[in-house]
Nanobody, 126 residues
């Protein structure tokens, strides 16, 4: 049974930092590309950051470039999202997801992901 479990969310003031973690089990982690998505109330789920299987290629949506960094540790089956200079607009539930697709171009499309975590709430106060 595949499980993706996010942690590290919370309440932080604008300008602060958080580090999200995603622990993966039940799958061969190194054979999956991974992504972080977020969903704010009333909004659709949106792509935040993606990373390919080896971790060499990463992608970020424009609104988080220069502030968020995605990384992975294949030896520990862990995915991370370091979030700096947080803004109130970053407030959302953050989800990690796994895809078997080998195409980096698929990383931004939530439809290509096979497994999802339950999400962790990030709230940024002004």
């Amino acid at each position: 049974q595949v499980q993706l479990v996010e942690s590290g969310g919370g309440l932080v003031q604008a300008g602060g930092s958080l580090r999200l973690s995603c622990a993966a089990s039940g799958l061969t982690f190194s054979t999956y590309a991974m992504g972080w998505f977020r969903q704010a109330p009333g909004n659709e789920r949106e792509f935040v950051s993606g990373i390919n299987r080896s971790g060499r290629n990463t992608y970020n949506t424009d609104s988080v470039k220069g502030r968020f960094t995605i990384s992975r540790d294949n030896a520990k089956n862990m995915l991370y999202l370091q979030m700096n200079s947080l803004k109130p607009a970053d407030t959302a539930v953050y989800y990690c997801a796994a895809t078997v697709s080998a195409l980096d171009t698929d990383l931004t499309n939530h439809m290509t992901y096979n497994y999802w975590g339950q999400g962790t709430q990030v709230t940024v106060s002004s």
